[in-house]
């Protein structure tokens, strides 16, 4: 009978542990599950503060769409010099390919042409001070 006591003793102590492991982990299960729930509910306002940012940008589509379409049309005269100063960008653009690229010089104008022209041609005729390598003029006492 002595064996039985110390059985019973060994037994109600495992149920003891049994029962305090029990306890452990209802109470991590618990705590995960609040987690859990607030994540949960973290992520539903998140979902619906984009689902109100969405709705606002289509609506914000909505409208430029509708202005775009009830926008008064150009007059004539700024579609014809829209379509002559594009004409004038194709024109030109062979020209300034390769400056806009980076790897040249920009051309030059008529008006800047003639203009160094006529300025190799007076320094040809007459040099400046700057360009005659001998001493400067003496101060006037």
């Known amino acids: 009978m002595a064996s039985y006591t110390v059985e019973e003793f060994e037994l109600s102590q495992k149920h003891e542990d049994i029962l305090g492991k029990r306890a452990l982990l209802l109470q991590q299960m618990e705590a995960h599950y609040e987690q859990q729930r ?12 984009a689902k109100q940012r969405n709705a606002q940008i289509l609506k914000d589509l909505e409208n430029v769409e509708k202005n775009l379409q009830t926008r ?9 010099l829209e379509t002559r100063y594009w004409a004038s960008v194709e024109r030109n653009l062979p ?5 806009l690229l980076g790897k040249g010089q920009p051309p030059l104008s008529e008006s800047e042409k003639k203009l160094k022209q006529q300025r190799l041609k007076t320094a040809q005729q007459d040099p400046s001070p700057a360009q005659c390598r001998g001493k400067p003029p003496r101060p006037k006492p």
């Open 38 to 49: 607030a994540k949960r509910k973290q992520q539903f306002l998140m979902c619906q503060a």
């Open 72 to 80: 008064q049309l150009l007059h004539p005269n700024i579609i014809s």
């Open 95 to 99: 020209e300034w390919e390769q400056y």
